[in-house]
């Protein structure tokens, strides 16, 4: 039996104030895609044929951070693109507007167990990481450095 590949992924990586990111440690894995046991990652879930960006981080939030619908975070905007294991993937980063930050989504304890919230230190120094996070991880710190050089009005 051959596993069939999605065609695109999207991340997330939902940041508080720049300076704690939302984790998960992976429990499945999935080495075709660069997954394994104990990585740790962003949110991040393979698209559904015909499914938009949209509606896949929609999905993701409810199945890997806040089943509840409590978080509010601001509108996800593109971060970066890249292809991981010949998946195209997009990362979107938001920000955390309120509500509980112990949340967890509907696939907690199967497929992935919650971290929550994390210093950014815990990337700087945690191996294993799943493939793709190194690069999505570069790029919010590049868009952290930008923002900061704009000054506090430069948006979420």
């Known amino acids: 039996m051959s596993l069939i590949l999605p065609n695109s992924s999207v991340a997330l990586i939902i940041h508080s104030g720049w300076e704690t990111v939302y984790m998960i440690s992976e429990k499945i894995p999935k080495p075709q895609i660069g997954k394994k046991l104990g990585d740790l990652s962003f949110p991040w879930e393979s698209q559904e ?3 938009t960006d949209e509606q896949a981080l929609h999905r993701l939030l409810q199945e890997e ?3 509840h619908g409590d978080l509010r975070i601001s509108e996800p905007r593109i971060l970066c693109a890249l292809s991981v294991h010949g998946v195209a993937t ?3 980063v938001a920000c955390y507007r309120g509500g ?3 949340t967890w989504g509907t696939h907690a304890g199967i497929e992935y167990d919650p971290l929550g919230f994390q210093s950014l230190e815990i990337l700087r120094g945690t191996k294993p990481r799943r493939d793709g996070i190194d690069p999505m ?4 710190l590049a868009e952290k450095e930008r923002r900061a050089e704009r000054g506090p009005r430069a948006g979420y």
């Open 100 to 102: 509980s930050q112990d």
């Open 137 to 140: 991880f570069q790029s919010f």
């Open 49 to 51: 044929p015909e499914e």
């Open 90 to 92: 997009r990362c979107y």
């Open 65 to 67: 951070v806040d089943q």
